[in-house]
Every structure is written in structure tokens, then in C-alpha cells.
């Protein structure tokens, strides 16, 4: 039989699961009938402030982008990309967002709502573990974030993305980057530019 | 039976946990035998830098202040106090620790260890499912304090504070909330002055 795109798609997601456990081909098959595969174009508004948000998201291909608006400037808070999971704070707690999340590139997401997440677990309860270890490490990776938007310069800050994620520095607009790294993108571009001449001297 | 200060705090922590499921009292029984409450002398260092931590803490009475060295400056990033969760990033991922925890005042804290994690599961396995929901919403509130603090001015950070945590104000020294709110303790006078002038011109 010929394989589709979505079959892809979904041949990904359970190679993602099957990191962290085994998977029957019954088990396998019950995942693919669910309806938590979607494609969105670049641009894609997941969600607005004030909405009362449902879903999960981990991302297969591309990458969201959530950002606040503060006084009319548009703060980037997070990039998630490729085998990435994002769990907005609204759907944890149940409160309105207080946050935007949009697709910065076309995108392919498995958005896992409240009712898929209980027929998963009925039918899978060992993901239940699995999930907790998955939002831990989701904690610790956030403290760390926390830790270090506190404790480095700006300069640093850059310095540690690019090492992190060297991918992020191509694929978004520096405008973005510069908020997300708390500063202006004046300064971001100050900041490579010195960062190139050092380069250039040491060479 | 006269009831003892040991009893009363693991009836505390008990209460806490009927918040959020029905335990037997065999299973009551069961959880207070287990050695994880421990009592820990205010400036008690509860890890440090470069160590592997191995344990989630529990703060039942006093609290827990977690900071970073950088440069010789100690900065705090987080106060745990009473019934607040403290699962160190360290612990997650299992790296060695990139701050340092110590208790701000007398404490009375639950220590758990994986050890003691397992055994719990295994006898009271439905625990799995409220310490994922536990963890998901330690990771909403570490969300959501670092959308603050990249989104808010440090006077903001302030008010937000002590609208959010009255009594830290009461309970920490000011040098040590004004590096959790990312300013220098002058600056912190300041702000403080300020909005004493503001609350008298309005009064």
C-alpha cells in the first residue's frame, strides 16, 4: 500500500512515543484514528488572549511562536519547534490566555485536547507516566529558561541561543529574537556586530 | 493518645493531599511511616551548586529560597513557602544542580526521594496521575513567571508581588527580594518610596 503524507505524519508521532515506551500495532493503530493531526499555514493564530484554550501541542514540523502584547509591543515569550511540546498555561490552570500563539512557519502540530488525552489514557494508562516525566522535564527546562533570563546579560543570552538553538537565528525574524532576548533590535544588531569584529580579531 | 508535633505535621501534609484524593486509612497509615519529613534549622543548606539532588521537596512550615552565584552577586530566583512544591530542575534531568537552596527561616519540609517516590506509586498508584497534574501546574506558574518577568517593569514586578505574596515581603530580607525582582536594593528603596508618595497623595 502506498504511504501518504499523513501516514507520515503519524509514522513520526509514534516514533516520538515509542521513545519512551512500547507500542502494540493494536496500540499504534488506535493512536492513528485519532483526530489530533493538523496542518496549519505560516501565520496561523492558535489561539488569542483572553480565550479559554482546550489543547496540547507538540509540534512534528515547523514551529509556534508565542508572544504577549504589552502597551502595543508584541514580546516573543517562546519558540517551539520540531519534537517540541507546548502546554499553554490556560489549559493547565483554566483560566482565559494570557498569551498569543501562532504558527511561525507552515506547520504540522498533533493537538491533543482534553477528550482525546482521556480516551489515550484509558486506553493507554502507562502514557500517564510517560506524560508526567514529560511535563517535568517541560518544568525543568522552563526553570532553567527562568535562571538564566535572570542571570545572564543579553549578550550571553544570545550567546547561549545560539549554541542551543542555532537553528532559531535562520528561521525567525530578528525583531523576534530581539524580544525574546529582552532587548531592542538596535541592540541585537549591535550585539552581532561586536560579536563578529571579536570573531574577526581572534581569527 | 496524646498527639505529638511529628504527628501534627504529617497530618498537615496528609490534609494537603486529601485536597486532591481519598486515601484509606491504611494508606494514611502507610504514608506517615515513610522518612520524608524532616525539620531543618533556618540558613540550612539544603544543596548547592554542582551537586546531583535526588529529592522534591514539600515546604510544610518556613520555606525554601533557591538562588544562583554569578560573578560573587547571589541572586534569588524563587521562595517557596508553605505547601508550595519545589522539584528542582536537577533532580528532572539529572544533572548537576546550577543553583544553590537554602531555608530562609526554621522549616519543616517533606523530602522525597525516587526511592520513596517509587514506593508510594507502587502502593498508591493513583498519586501518578495528581503528581503529573501537580507538575503541569508547577510548569503554568514557572510559565507564567517568566511572561511576567520579561513583560513587566520592575515597579510592576513589585506590585505584582506583593498583591500575589504579601507576606515574602515581611519574611526576606529586601536585598534578597530586590535581586528576585531583577533590580539592585537601592532601586528597590526607591520604588518602595515612590509608591509610599503616590498611596499619601492619593489618601
Redesign the interface.
Known amino acids: 500500500m502506498k504511504r501518504t503524507y499523513t501516514d507520515s505524519i503519524k509514522e513520526t508521532f509514534l516514533q516520538f512515543l515509542m521513545k519512551y515506551l512500547t507500542l502494540s500495532k493494536k496500540k499504534k493503530q488506535f493512536i492513528s484514528t485519532l483526530p489530533m493531526f493538523k496542518t496549519f499555514p505560516k501565520g496561523s493564530l492558535l489561539f488569542k488572549k483572553g480565550e479559554f484554550t482546550k489543547a496540547s501541542y507538540l509540534v512534528i514540523k515547523g514551529g509556534i511562536r508565542t508572544y ?1 502584547m ?1 502597551e502595543g509591543n508584541d ?1 516573543t ?1 517562546e519558540f517551539y519547534t520540531e519534537t517540541q511540546a507546548f ?3 490556560s489549559t ?2 483554566k483560566t482565559p490566555s ?2 498569543y500563539a501562532t504558527c511561525f512557519e507552515d506547520s504540522i502540530l498533533v493537538v491533543c485536547t482534553e477528550d482525546i488525552e482521556e480516551k489515550v489514557f484509558q486506553y493507554i494508562p502507562e502514557l ?2 510517560i ?2 516525566k514529560f ?13 538564566m ?3 545572564l546579560t543579553p549578550e550571553q543570552r544570545y550567546l547561549h541561543l545560539i549554541n542551543e538553538r542555532p537553528e532559531l537565528i535562520q528561521r525567525v525574524p530578528q525583531y523576534h529574537l530581539a524580544s525574546y532576548l ?1 532587548i531592542r533590535p538596535e541592540s541585537l544588531s549591535r550585539i552581532r556586530k561586536r560579536l563578529v569584529q571579536k570573531n574577526f580579531r581572534s581569527s
Open positions: 504577549l504589552v514580546i515569550t502546554i499553554p498555561s493547565i490552570v494570557n498569551c500517564t507516566f506524560c508526567r511535563s517535568e522535564r517541560l518544568l525543568a527546562k522552563m526553570q532553567l529558561s527562568l535562571d533570563y535572570r542571570s529582552g
